[in-house]
């Protein structure tokens, strides 16, 4: 077979494999699409499929294939992250800054220090879990916030499943997300600043700060239709410049968005712009992520390494919001049902570790630790968020 025969073999497996799972299995109620959908990347990756069956694992994923569904799967996370961006909102959060603030540090500070804290357990058993141009406090501090994301764009869709995205606990758990998401970014920019050249990484800010300036003036004088041509420049070139600089190109994807005012855009084709990107473009990033798990240290201590964080970072994030609670006088339930929906990390985190591992500050093995933590917690999040709702009705707010 061609190479383009067996790319669209791939595609047949990314798309149909998982529909089949999720439908035929009913997943829905712990362990929507997405979900499955990263699970069966995992299961597709050299670990699992390409270990049982070589031979059929070699014959489908060439290296031109899997160079062929890198590209669409690249195009598709910044896509992704710069909706992420667009529609990250700091206006409500100053409103309530003092809540949101309090809510948000504890809620990412104490999984963080959890997550460190079993970094560095990791590190005592073996030094394999850094990548070869990583160092020690660029893998424990990329542990630990790994460990404390919440994906913002899965929270949206569990929000709505439970019918709480408009009502007023839904909208803080959304700002208290978006202060969270804000961090990692600047976190990762921090694990990923290169003094060799930070002469460029300078000139691309620079550059960046004054080009924002213009494209802002530009967007607010053209209707939507011309503003999404121009975004979708827009995000090549500030993901370009990042990459360039050495920030990587997802850093660059976000910077994008968050530049980009949410209302130039209808809210109805923001919303469906995420979903077709989730439905057309992501399981290629998921299957291509899956492809990269390794399990070189052995599938028993990576697993016990993916328990370990599973328990900092779920701990950590309860623990967080039930001193918050405590320190705002919430009422009863409330943290323990907000500290369970950020645990959600599926997405986000895994873009998250995809750019560690290509700049090469964790392992193969740490990342796929990190891959079944992250798909572990958000599968946590939709039966305990259910039960809790379950147990006292009266969290959902009036309506």
């Known amino acids: 077979m061609n190479t383009a025969e067996l790319f669209l073999i791939a595609m047949v497996v990314i798309f149909s494999l998982p529909y089949l799972v999720w439908r035929l299995g009913r997943t829905d109620a712990f362990a929507p699409l997405v979900v499955v959908q990263i699970l069966t990347g995992?299961?597709?990756?050299?670990?699992?499929?390409?270990?049982?069956?070589p031979q059929a694992f070699a014959l489908v994923f060439t290296p031109a294939v899997v160079q062929a569904l890198q590209g669409v799967a690249w195009w598709g996370v910044m896509l992704f992250v710069f909706i992420a961006g667009i529609e990250l909102d700091l206006r409500e959060a100053w409103q309530d800054r003092r809540e949101s603030s309090i809510t948000a540090g504890l809620a990412l500070g104490l999984p963080m220090i959890a997550g460190a804290l079993a970094a560095l357990a990791l590190l005592a058993v073996s030094n394999g879990w850094i990548g070869p141009a990583g160092t020690r406090w660029q893998f424990v501090l990329g542990i630990g916030m790994?460990?404390?994301?919440?994906?913002?764009?899965?929270?949206?869709?569990?929000?709505?499943?439970?019918?709480?995205?408009?009502?007023?606990?839904?909208?803080?758990?959304?700002?208290?997300?978006?202060?969270?998401?804000?961090?990692?970014?600047?976190?990762?920019?921090?694990?990923?600043?290169?003094?060799?050249?930070?002469?460029?990484?300078?000139?691309?800010?620079?550059?960046?700060?004054?080009?924002?300036?213009?494209?802002?003036?530009?967007?607010?004088?053209?209707?939507?239709?011309?503003?999404?041509?121009?975004?979708?420049?827009?995000?090549?070139?500030?993901?370009?410049?990042?990459?360039?600089?050495?920030?990587?190109?997802?850093?660059?994807?976000?910077?994008?968005?968050?530049?980009?005012?949410?209302?130039?855009?209808?809210?109805?084709?923001?919303?469906?712009?995420?979903?077709?990107?989730?439905?057309?473009?992501?399981?290629?990033?998921?299957?291509?992520?899956?492809?990269?798990?390794?399990?070189?240290?052995?599938?028993?201590?990576?697993?016990?390494?993916?328990?370990?964080l599973l328990v900092a970072a779920v701990a950590g994030k309860l623990l967080g919001?039930?001193?918050?609670?405590?320190?705002?006088?919430?009422?009863?339930?409330?943290?323990?049902?907000?500290?369970?929906?950020?645990?959600?990390?599926?997405?986000?985190?895994?873009?998250?570790?995809?750019?560690?591992?290509?700049?090469?500050?964790?392992?193969?093995?740490?990342?796929?630790?990190?891959?079944?933590?992250?798909?572990?917690?958000?599968?946590l999040t939709m039966p305990r968020v259910r039960r809790l709702l379950a147990r006292q009705p009266g969290l959902r707010g009036p309506g």
Request: with cysteine.
């Open 146 to 308: 790994a460990c404390a994301v919440t994906a913002l764009p899965i929270l949206i869709l569990f929000l709505e499943k439970l019918q709480l995205l408009r009502q007023p606990l839904g909208q803080r758990i959304l700002r208290y997300a978006s202060l969270d998401d804000l961090a990692i970014w600047a976190v990762l920019a921090l694990i990923l600043l290169d003094w060799t050249r930070v002469g460029r990484q300078l000139a691309f800010l620079l550059a960046f700060a004054l080009a924002s300036l213009a494209l802002r003036r530009l967007m607010q004088r053209v209707p939507e239709p011309d503003r999404w041509a121009i975004a979708l420049v827009w995000l090549a070139v500030c993901a370009l410049g990042a990459d360039w600089s050495g920030l990587h190109y997802m850093v660059g994807a976000f910077l994008a968005g968050v530049v980009i005012d949410a209302h130039w855009f209808d809210q109805h084709h923001r919303d469906q712009l995420r979903h077709h990107v989730l439905l057309v473009l992501m399981p290629v990033f998921f299957l291509s992520t899956g492809l990269r798990t390794q399990w070189g240290v052995g599938g028993a201590l990576v697993l016990a390494a993916a328990a370990l």
């Open 321 to 379: 919001l039930r001193l918050a609670g405590r320190l705002l006088g919430w009422p009863p339930g409330e943290a323990a049902l907000i500290g369970w929906l950020l645990q959600t990390k599926a997405l986000i985190m895994i873009i998250f570790a995809n750019v560690l591992l290509d700049k090469q500050v964790i392992s193969s093995d740490a990342f796929t630790a990190l891959l079944l933590m992250a798909v572990g917690s958000t599968m």
């Open 42 to 53: 995992i299961a597709l990756g050299p670990g699992a499929l390409g270990a049982l069956f």
